[in-house]
């Protein structure tokens, strides 16, 4: 049984019908995960907060405000203010757009046109809320993305590893069920947020962790690269029975 065959077993569907890809935007369409890693240790740093650039890997994905709230809760044992949160993550921020160098991950866009050729719709789901990024979608990959099928931190109340973002991300994508899409992801609480959508999840390991950590979250496919899924998206179309 392949794991395209286990997946359509597991969820009681004879088959896939899809239709979207839903990607996930860090460290799927831009290498800037180094990125919010420094200016999220940088910046907790600097508001007495003890963390380290490597777990902010792991909270990949959630809203800014619930990662402040974990640490919060972590190290002073009490929830985030609004003011805190708000304080925090307009600093955050600034040092984000500061050292944020706009690079994309190498075939994302390849990868894009590759999807919107079989006729399928390309939809945005992303825990982040950084205009710095946002705002260059068109410019980075002109012609993929339109408002109406874009889900980011502003528009979710919980976030990933909640699977609202994903559930949202197929509504906006035509009211789809989960086996009519599937989901490029690179973290854990996106292939966490994924799965509890019962969403067919591939996972693109662009960040410094075991690839086990992905699997285990939940992600049916684990790939080393962007360049991986594209160069094999042929293959996983047939898989997919995507014409």
């Given amino acids: 049984m392949t794991i395209f065959q286990k997946y359509l077993e597991q969820h009681n569907y004879e088959n896939f019908d899809i239709k979207a890809v839903l990607f996930d935007m860090d460290g799927v369409l831009y290498d800037s995960m180094k990125y919010h890693a420094r200016s999220w240790h940088e910046t907790m740093t600097e508001y007495g907060y003890e963390s380290t ?107 990933k590893p909640d699977p609202e973002p994903y559930l949202m991300g197929l509504e906006r994508a035509g009211g789809l069920k989960p086996n009519q899409a599937v989901v490029v992801e690179n973290a854990p609480m996106g292939a966490q947020a994924a799965n509890a959508a019962g969403i067919f999840t591939f996972a693109i390991n662009t960040g410094p962790m075991d690839p086990k950590v992905l699997s285990d979250a939940g992600a049916n496919i684990v790939l080393p690269s962007m360049e991986a899924l594209y160069k094999n998206w042929g293959e996983y179309c047939k898989d997919l029975a995507i014409r």
């Fill in 53 to 159: 650039p490597e777990e902010f890997y792991l909270h990949e994905g959630r809203t800014g405000g619930n990662t402040i709230n974990i640490l919060t809760e972590r190290c002073f044992g009490r929830k985030a203010t609004e003011e805190e949160i708000k304080e925090i993550y307009k600093r955050k921020t600034e040092l984000f757009t500061k050292y944020n160098e706009g690079d994309t991950i190498p075939f994302a866009y390849d990868m894009l046109k590759a999807v919107q050729a079989c006729g399928l719709k390309c939809v945005l789901v992303t825990g982040s809320g950084q205009a710095s990024l946002l705002g260059k979608l068109e410019q980075n990959f002109p012609g993929v993305f339109t408002k109406d099928v874009m889900v980011t931190a502003f528009d979710v109340k919980k976030g």
